[in-house]
C-alpha cells in the first residue's frame, strides 16, 4: 500500500491467503475504498473468496448504496457486483435511480450487474441505456449481452440510433452477436451512411450475423466503403447471408 503501486498491491492481496489476520482483514478492507478500480477489484476479490467476511462487508454497503455519495455507491456497487451479490439486486435498482449521483456510480452499477451476470439486472440496465451519460450507456448496452439466458436485445436496437458514436458501435456489436432481427433495417442505414468507421464496421459484421438476405444491397455498397477494414468486414458478411430466392432457383434450374 505504501508503493502506492496497483500491481504490487494486487500481487499482494492476491497472495494474501491468511484469513485469520485481522490485520490483514483491516488492510484489504481499506483496499475496497481505493480510488482505482483494479484494486478495489483484487479486493473484493479476496472477500469473495472468504464467504463470512464477505456477509459482513456487504452489509455495510448495501447501506452505502441507499444513503452513500457518488463515491460511496460507487465502492459499494464495485464490491457487491464483484462478490455478486444477488441479494443486492433490488438495492442496486433503486441506486440507479437516485438523479443525485454521479456518472462514476452509475457506471459502477451497472458493472455490478454485468458481473451478476442475472436477469434481474435487466431493469436497472434498460434505465441505464437512457442516462445522459455516454459511457454509461454504452456500459450498459455491453452488459446486456453479459446477462444468462438473454434471449432479446430488443431493448438495445434503439441505440443503434444513439447520438453518441461509441454507443452506436456497441449497440451493432450487440445486436449482431444476440442476432436481434429487430435491428436489420437500423443497421443496413448505418453501414451506408454511419460517419464512424467503426459504427459501420460494427454493422457489416452485425448483418452478417443476422444472416437475412434482404441486407445484401446494403453490403454491397458497404464492400467500396472508403474504410478498408469496413470493406473487408462487408465482404465477409455477404459471405454469411443466406441465399436469396433468386440463387435458389438458379441452382434448382442447374438441377433440370
Not at 457486483?81 to 439486486?89: E, I, P, S, V, Y
Not at 448483418?207 to 469496413?230: E, K, Y
Amino acid at each position: 500500500m505504501q508503493s502506492s503501486s496497483p500491481d504490487a498491491i494486487i500481487a499482494e492481496v492476491e497472495r494474501a491467503a491468511d484469513p485469520t489476520s485481522e490485520r490483514c482483514v483491516q488492510i484489504v478492507t481499506g483496499l475496497t475504498e481505493d480510488p482505482r478500480f483494479a484494486v478495489r477489484d483484487v479486493a473484493a476479490w479476496w472477500f469473495a473468496q472468504r464467504p463470512a467476511l464477505r456477509d459482513r462487508l456487504a452489509q455495510r454497503f448495501l447501506a452505502d448504496l441507499s444513503r452513500g455519495d457518488t463515491t460511496g455507491v460507487r465502492n459499494a456497487a464495485d464490491f457487491l457486483g464483484r462478490t455478486r451479490t444477488l441479494t443486492a439486486l433490488p438495492e442496486l435498482r433503486a441506486a440507479i435511480r437516485r438523479s443525485e449521483l454521479g456518472a462514476e456510480a452509475r457506471l459502477a452499477l451497472v458493472r455490478a450487474v454485468g458481473f451478476m451476470a442475472h436477469r434481474d439486472g435487466n431493469e436497472l440496465l434498460t434505465t441505464a441505456m437512457a442516462d445522459a451519460d455516454p459511457e454509461v450507456r454504452a456500459a450498459a448496452v455491453a452488459a446486456w449481452r453479459d446477462i444468462l439466458d438473454q434471449r432479446s436485445a430488443a431493448p438495445v436496437v434503439a441505440l443503434l440510433g444513439d447520438r453518441d458514436a461509441g454507443v452506436r458501435a456497441q449497440a451493432a456489436n450487440v445486436v449482431g452477436a444476440m442476432a436481434e432481427p429487430g435491428g436489420r433495417d437500423a443497421l443496413e442505414a448505418l453501414v451506408i451512411r454511419d460517419p464512424d468507421p467503426a459504427v459501420r464496421r460494427n454493422a457489416a459484421w452485425a448483418l452478417g450475423q443476422l444472416g437475412n438476405a434482404a441486407s445484401r444491397p446494403a453490403l454491397v455498397q458497404a464492400t467500396t466503403d472508403q474504410s478498408g477494414l469496413v470493406r473487408g468486414i462487408a465482404r465477409a458478411a455477404l459471405a454469411q447471408l443466406a441465399p436469396s430466392a433468386a440463387r435458389h432457383r438458379g441452382d434448382l434450374s442447374l438441377l433440370r
